[in-house]
């Protein structure tokens, strides 16, 4: 056995931060960015999330098909844009699209609007149906650990308008927990809190491979650190949820 340490109260890194109206960015939660495809050197997305990106287009044959719209933005960008929006679109408009600056998903590097390759395309409301192409992409996001973020039905939870172009990576297996239970990324974080480390955890895999998922919550604030005790042969990966504490995932063969 060997302990994992879990920064106490540094609940911002990780691919399940959870970013909206209520829980705004913590400092800079920029990760590690590259460009999501080389004609398109401006649009980054995390490392990670960019390279299951490239993986899910290449698998459904998209190339020429789906393009990126818009990736990663520093907070100056998203106040530019959220002021545009307003000018142009109107307030209502605007607050039910446009995430203010500190409170969008595109500050983190983990969110990606898509759209479908035509001439003219919205950069706010970009077409990406649910047929054609665009079905066959959500048919297998959630492997590659995508989520639609901003599903119709879950505005009052969500406090977005529904956005069938934007996407979320969350990783796997929390993309397809949640597309299972169909939950968003606010339900998720309530739901493994039903998982807490000291108690049963959630599990999920195959015979040959079994993933197990539990929640962390904060110590006291004067608490520098949280110490977990994990098997040898896990490989543990840890993410702040960005409201009260950490989920853990650990995968053994």
């Given at each position: 056995m060997r302990e994992m340490v879990l920064p106490g109260r540094s609940v911002r890194g990780g691919n399940l931060i959870l970013v909206n109206e209520?829980?705004?960015i913590a400092g800079e939660m920029r990760f590690s960015c590259v460009p999501v495809d080389s004609r398109y050197p401006g649009i980054l997305l995390h490392t990670r999330a960019s390279s299951c990106l490239a993986q899910l287009l290449k698998e459904i044959r998209s190339e020429g098909k789906i393009v990126p719209v818009s990736g990663y933005r520093p907070k100056a960008e998203q106040e530019q844009i959220f002021k545009d929006s307003v000018a142009e679109n109107g307030w209502e408009f605007t607050r039910k699209y446009v995430a203010l600056p500190d409170h969008s998903e595109h500050q983190t590097g983990l969110a990606i609007d898509l759209g479908l390759n035509q001439e003219n395309i919205d950069f706010i409301r970009p077409e990406f149906p649910y047929d054609g192409v665009g079905g066959e992409f959500r048919k297998r996001a959630a492997r590659y650990g995508f989520v639609e973020r901003y599903p119709e039905g879950k505005e009052d939870v969500t406090g977005i308008g529904g956005e069938p172009w934007h996407f979320r990576y969350v990783g796997y297996p929390h993309s397809e927990i949640m597309e299972v239970q169909g939950l968003c990324l606010e339900e998720y974080t309530e739901f493994i809190k039903n998982y807490p480390y000291g108690g049963k955890h959630l599990r999920t895999g195959s015979r040959d491979k079994e993933i197990e998922i539990?929640?962390?919550?904060?110590?006291?604030?004067?608490?520098?650190?949280?110490?977990?005790?994990?098997?040898?042969?896990?490989?543990?990966?840890?993410?702040?949820?960005?409201?009260?504490?950490?989920?853990?995932t650990l995968w053994r063969q």
């Open positions: 209520k829980h705004p539990f929640y962390v919550p904060d110590e006291a604030a004067e608490s520098s650190s949280v110490k977990v005790t994990v098997a040898d042969n896990a490989i543990a990966e840890s993410s702040g949820n960005n409201v009260d504490g950490w989920v853990v």
